[in-house]
DNA sequence: TTCCTTGCAAAACTTTTGCATTAAA
DNA sequence: TTTAATGCAAAAGTTTTGCAAGGAA
């Protein structure tokens, strides 16, 4: 099986901008992480590896859980997605690396992006001594108005 | 089994407080569940249900893991205690249910409170219609610093 | 050939559930 | 006595791993 013959009816140039930045990592590009990099990085998304594994069958791929995982791992290793955790029944592939924060609505499930301008913080806690910020995971849960 | 058998040598305040608490969430106060909550609720803390049941069972406790998770959703189904959500790998419960953010030390695994004060927003985003933010989850992640 | 990737199945983990037994009101 | 809680084992859901087979360099 080829390149060509594994990515479905991605865009083009979606192919191509998916070789670049796995490239840029050095991870090979074959048939299974193609379709996973051109399903999943195709916009800003947030998906579990059941969603992933199921559409890509649903495509008519040849792919397995175990790899579906590990190229999910691979790609977060590498920087290409984030992994979220939500609520702790699973892990959430955001395909969105650049710094952004989510809501959360409780009530139907969904996970919404949030820009970092939306949000400023006008005072943080030293970090404990030793340490440096990694990183900020913020969550805005939202609950249905009952009005 | 009664309570005093039931509770080890936890201090006679505490246990008081663990059957106020509960009385007033209307849950039985049985042998079990005053065993996990005179252990949770002894101070601000995060445990997992695996170091519950182990704690519980090196004190001579006779407890069941379905049990220990039983009333841990219980005692958070009535806000006693919270449930936390930092890597995905397992849930912790947190006995402190004040508002409050949290640091965690990815090298270490170590989660450490922030209090509220120690943390203000100067702008957050407008929430989608018909939905109200029903709580802020925050969790600032620290890495060694290299020097 | 040599190394890496894949699929499959099984294992590992965390959490939930069914059901007979036990304890509490 | 009547209802609720417990323990055990099994099941369920998610994620990882071992290993033989397949594919790329």
């Known amino acids: 099986m080829n390149f060509m013959d594994s990515i479905g009816s991605s865009a083009p140039e979606m192919v191509v901008r ?19 990099a051109t399903l999943l990085l195709a916009e800003p998304q947030h998906l579990s590896a059941e969603q992933i594994l199921a559409t890509l069958r649903g495509n008519g791929a040849r792919v397995s859980k175990a790899t ?4 999910l791992n691979l790609f977060a290793s590498h920087g290409l997605i984030r992994q979220l955790s939500v609520d702790g029944s699973r892990t959430w592939f955001d395909s969105n690396v650049d710094a952004h924060y989510h809501f959360h609505d409780v009530s139907t499930g969904a996970l919404i992006d949030v820009p970092v301008p939306e949000v400023e913080f006008s005072r943080l806690p030293p970090t404990p001594p030793g340490t440096e910020v990694d990183g900020i995971d913020l969550i805005i849960r939202l609950r249905k108005k009952p009005s």
Do not use: D, E, H, S
Not at 68 to 71: D, I, R
């Open 18 to 36: 998916c070789q670049r930045r796995m490239a840029n990592c050095g991870i090979r590009p074959t048939a299974q992480r193609m379709r996973i």
């Open 68 to 71: 579906v995982y590990n190229t």
